[in-house]
């Protein structure tokens, strides 16, 4: 294929950026953009920097998979001050080192041990949530239930025998994450700190609280983490502090909500009551709301040489984005890509789940995958329950 223009124009710095508008909807953004170009791939200056938007299945494969050697993950001062060395920070062999390490704690008899847990936590809170009546705000409580999974499953921290000891963590967990949504300046006088500062206090004090967990504890997942052989620069202290950050939570709260907001109303009985009795329905449910409904806007990648993607030039240096909910549209692979069908993943789309890229794609996707698939089964078979 010979290399042509990517549509679109970067700009130039500062006045031609667009960030705002594309972090105020970028559903409008991409699209608009996709029927001005005819193209599902296109530039634009997002954060100041010239951005291939990529919107299409065989662009998000070829960015994460067939040339993940020549795009790299975009290096994140902020993130890494916040999280210091871990697998989304690191690149390379070490990264895949990493992941092999820490595979063990996301497969097999591990994965089973922490399904008792999982069921035991899901049908406390949705009994409670059955009983209520009152309106409920779902995503409030879709995310204290995540947060108390990930408590229990990665620091052994039960919320109903250690209740006030989650709370401080879940206290601190969302200072930690505030400081990836504001400023990265450290200010600090006698009497305010800037939101940044006080998200690496909370860091201290997370890493603290993480360090006399790993002492203390002989069950569970923690106690398993700590042999395992970590690469240098890294640790388990640093890997724990992301698997309980706010992040993991917002994120599985965001798909519970869009499954139930789906699957909400009378015409929608048939559907959940199918999906209570048949696990693979079920499966293909969860299918649908993560293709349409994915928790994240996707990831960055940096060309770090000039290279091509699906033909088009893209310079050194370029940023390349994937647009999770735009890559799962994508018409050339779904059919009616904005219908809410979970009959395709029997019929056309049968065994092409890994054209999805929620959780990412190729081999530094998500090593959470079959976790969170577990905790989502188990949820969606009590809360099926709950309203057939």
């Known amino acids: 294929m010979s290399q042509i223009r990517i549509p679109g124009s970067s700009g130039y710095a500062l006045m031609s950026d667009k960030s705002l508008e594309f972090y105020k909807d970028p559903m409008h953004f991409c699209n608009s953009r996709?029927?001005?170009?005819g193209s599902r791939i296109f530039q634009a200056r997002l954060l100041n920097k010239p951005t291939l938007f990529v919107c299409s299945v065989k662009g998000m494969k070829e960015l994460l998979c067939a040339r993940m050697s020549v795009f790299e993950k975009d290096p994140s001062a902020v993130m890494h001050e916040l999280y210091g060395d871990n697998l989304v920070t690191t690149e390379g062999e070490e990264a895949q080192l990493l992941r092999l390490s820490l595979m063990q704690l996301f497969r097999g008899k591990m994965l089973d041990s922490y399904a008792d847990y999982i069921n035991r936590v899901c049908a406390r809170n949705l009994k409670d949530f059955s009983l209520s009546s009152e309106p409920v705000a779902v995503y409030t409580m879709f995310k204290r239930l995540a947060t108390e999974l990930m408590l229990g499953i990665f620091l052994n921290a039960d919320a109903e025998e250690s209740a006030a000891l989650s709370k401080q963590i879940t206290q601190l967990s969302?200072?930690?994450w505030h400081g990836l949504i504001s400023a990265p300046v450290k200010v600090k006088v006698s009497v305010w700190s800037s939101a940044f500062t006080q998200a690496l206090e909370a860091k201290e004090k997370l890493l603290n609280i993480i360090n006399e967990r790993l002492q203390s504890e002989e069950d569970g997942l923690i106690s398993k983490i700590k042999n395992v052989p970590f690469p240098e620069n890294t640790n388990a202290t640093q890997h724990l502090l992301l698997f309980i950050s706010a992040l993991i939570p917002k994120a599985l709260a965001s798909l519970l909500t869009s499954f139930t907001v789906e699957l909400a109303g009378t015409d929608k009985i048939n559907i959940r009551k199918r999906a209570q009795e048949n696990e693979d329905y079920l499966s293909h449910v969860l299918l649908e709301v993560e293709r349409l409904w994915p928790s994240f806007i996707g990831g960055r990648r940096i060309a770090k040489q000039d290279t091509t993607l699906c033909g088009y030039m893209v310079p050194k240096g370029y940023l390349a984005l994937f647009v999770?909910?735009?890559?799962?549209?994508?018409?050339?692979?779904?059919?009616?890509?904005?219908?809410?069908?979970?009959?395709?993943?029997s019929g056309r789309n049968a065994g092409q789940e890994k054209l999805l890229c929620c959780f990412g794609n190729g081999s530094r996707n998500c090593i959470g995958i079959d976790?969170?698939?577990?905790?989502?089964?188990?949820f969606k078979l009590h809360e099926t329950a709950v309203r057939v």
């Not at 735009?326 to 809410?340: K, L, M, Q, W």
């Not at 976790?371 to 188990?378: A, G, P």
Request: glycine share 0%; charged share 25%; proline share 8%.
């Open 34 to 37: 996709i029927h001005s170009y």
């Open 174 to 176: 969302t200072q930690h």
């Open 324 to 345: 999770a909910f735009a890559v799962h549209r994508d018409p050339e692979i779904f059919d009616n890509p904005d219908e809410f069908q979970p009959e395709r993943w």
């Open 371 to 378: 976790l969170n698939n577990v905790i989502l089964k188990v």
